[in-house]
């Protein structure tokens, strides 16, 4: 009976962890504390796996304490399932209140895995070490200051009670962030707030949501009055509605499509006669912001320009008169003929984000291609591509069997992976799996820019955990034995990284690397010497990794590159060649006879500090070496 309950227990443990990994997307005012909290959840799971698995009966007192974990598991469970299918606008009101309960459900599982007893449960190696990881995580994230966006909070608070026109501008900033710009998202909206307050009794802070929710339906059907008709398939109407106009391609002051779209000095975009008209009248401040405007230059919008009158011809509309294909020199172009300015440009962002979500291959190829290099180009742009929604449309087509477009993918998300928040977004979105794909089956260009994406991803210390798990070791060493000299030193890199963590080292010798770092060794012309010592030196800390270097008879090339090479390449070849020393007296006998002594007398005295350590802990062994030889010929 008793085995029962603990099956039951750890397969109620797995669901939670399981249910948690499927959600891909949260809502953007908790999403950082939302993608932070599921990454190290889910990686408690191969501990249940393991615990669930074990033949031995559980220590005393491990029962209890993996029920704890439960508790605290559930209700971290139910938080993340409000951030991520709840209601958006009670999110933004109850901010604080929310991320409080994140603080508290850091505490609760920290202090839920603080009364486990590791050390009795069997555990291996990777997963002990993975679980302390998720440990010492947790006990850093406590106390750590809340990462809510407070000008979501404010403008909440200016539409409940500011002026008309305050009003306005926060109502556009909430229903852009928090994407509740059409019928459609609001009625998404609508149904979560039913399914959150079903049978609870109205108060102030429910009819506070609700009166958000009408403001922001106002807007909705102020800027797109057809969406409140009902279209019936009995009573067509006998002429189609003039499509709605998207709210990006409406000037802010005018609310009309704008024919000549221009750019000022905050980055906002409108009509040039209407801001014209604006700064005429002696205004010095963006209509939109009301920030100052450090000057009145207007900068003509190409790339919006060129948006409108696409979306004029996709709709069989005349595009305003003056659009045509000319434009002036002196912008950056992309490869595909769209002029893109140096800043982020939200709305270039959301059109081409746009296209990969509802576009036809052609156009997502195109998209992806355009985002790739917006991505490459600044921080902004990769912070604009996330929130936007980039990053799973990007994971998407990471499948495709398009290679060009698997190309662009890749190399965007690769770009957008520079900056540090988007790395678990990326995780969290389930692109490790397809990226690894990439590396197996893609272009040479995408399968290099697939293992470089690897090692930037893996530069998170819970990412190395996951990237290993998921096969992409012995993909890597692949690219390593076939790929170009790039695609070698993109996977060697990876690798090296990935070996950091004590799990990993076995994997990577098990893929066979070590026989390929060797001959890399030994082909001096490669260029590869440095980066093949640098894995070693951290193969040769693990047991099956020393095993497998010293089967390749190390010592002759170890020697000679302690002789010959750079001062990286000695520091590195003195390390390997100590880790063999130091568990095997026969490779110190091997590098007695080759005359390592004056090589790493000299190291000792001009090498780097570390390389010049390494060195004297050698000519020790050789010493020893030397006086078991004189007792030996004494006997």
């Known amino acids: 009976m008793a085995e029962v309950i603990l099956q039951l227990l750890f397969q109620s443990l797995l669901d939670i962890v399981n249910d948690i990994s499927m959600y891909r997307e949260y809502i953007k005012s908790h999403r950082k504390e939302s993608v932070s909290l599921a990454r190290r959840i889910k990686l408690l799971g191969p501990l249940f796996e393991e615990v669930r698995d074990l033949k031995e009966p559980l220590p005393e007192g491990a029962l209890a304490s993996f029920q704890a974990l439960k508790s605290a598991l559930e209700f971290s469970k139910q938080l993340l399932l409000q951030c991520h299918s709840g209601s958006k606008l009670y999110l933004v009101l109850e901010g604080e209140a929310v991320s409080s309960a994140f603080c508290s459900a850091v505490v609760n599982l920290g202090q839920a895995l603080d009364e486990l007893p590791y050390n009795s449960l069997f555990l291996s190696d990777e997963v002990h070490e993975q679980v302390v990881l998720v440990h010492s995580q947790l006990r850093r994230a406590k106390g750590r200051q809340s990462s809510l966006d407070s000008q979501l ?192 440009d939200l709305v270039v962002v959301e059109a081409l984000v746009q296209r990969l979500a509802t576009g036809q291959l052609e156009e997502k190829r195109a998209a992806a291609g355009e985002l790739r290099l917006l991505a490459k180009r600044s921080i902004e742009n990769r912070i604009s591509i996330a929130e936007a929604g980039g990053i799973p449309l990007l994971v998407e087509l990471l499948s495709t069997q398009d290679k060009r477009t698997q190309e662009h993918a890749v190399t965007a998300l690769l770009n957008l992976s520079i900056h540090d928040q988007n790395k678990g977004l990326i995780v969290l979105a389930g692109a490790i799996e397809p990226i690894v794909e990439v590396l197996r089956g893609g272009s040479m260009e995408a399968r290099e820019n697939a293992a470089a994406t690897l090692f930037s991803l893996s530069v998170a210390d819970e990412n190395k955990v996951t990237i290993g798990a998921s096969g992409a070791i012995p993909t890597l060493v692949d690219l390593f034995n076939s790929g170009s000299l790039r695609g070698k030193k993109d996977a060697a890199t990876a690798l090296f990284n990935l070996s950091i963590y004590q799990g990993n080292k076995a994997r990577a010798v098990r893929a066979g690397i070590v026989p390929a770092l060797m001959r890399e060794l030994l082909d001096t012309r490669a260029g590869m010497v440095d980066e093949s010592l640098a894995i070693l030196a951290i193969l040769v800390t693990h047991h099956e990794g020393r095993v497998a270097v010293g089967n390749e008879s190390p010592v002759p090339v170890l020697v000679e590159l302690i002789s010959s090479g750079s001062a990286r390449t000695k520091e590195n070849a003195a390390a390997v060649l100590l880790a063999l020393c130091s568990n095997d007296s026969a490779h110190v006998v091997a590098a007695h006879q080759l005359g ?36 030996d010929n004494v006997l």
């Open 153 to 344: 909070s404010e403008d909440a608070v200016t539409v409940l009670g500011g002026n008309r026109d305050s009003c306005k501008l926060a109502l556009e900033r909430l229903a852009g962030k928090l994407r509740l710009r059409t019928m459609s998202e609001l009625q998404q909206e609508s149904q979560a707030l039913q399914a959150m307050f079903a049978g609870t009794k109205r108060d102030e802070n429910i009819d506070k949501v609700y009166a958000l929710l009408g403001k922001l339906q106002e807007l909705a059907l102020s800027k797109n009055p057809e969406a409140a008709m009902v279209e019936t398939p009995e009573a067509p109407a006998e002429k189609p509605a003039p499509p709605a106009i998207p709210e990006d391609f409406q000037c802010p002051i005018s609310l009309e499509l704008m024919k000549d779209p221009v750019i000022v000095a905050t980055g906002q975009t409108y009509e040039r006669a209407s801001i014209q008209k604006w700064l005429d009248a002696g205004h010095k401040t963006c209509p939109k912001t009301r920030q100052p405007l450090t000057h009145l230059v207007l900068t003509p919008n190409y790339v919006l320009r060129s948006l409108i009158a696409h979306w004029c011809e996709t709709h069989g509309l005349e595009p305003p008169k003056g659009y045509g294909s000319s434009r002036p020199s002196g912008k950056l172009s992309s490869s595909h003929g769209i002029d893109v300015p140096h800043a982020t």
């Open 596 to 631: 390592a002594y004056l090589p790493l007398a000299e190291l000792a005295v001009n090498g780097t500090m570390r390389a010049r350590r390494k060195a004297g802990s050698l000519l020790e062994h050789l010493c020893k070496q030397d006086e078991m030889a004189e007792v």
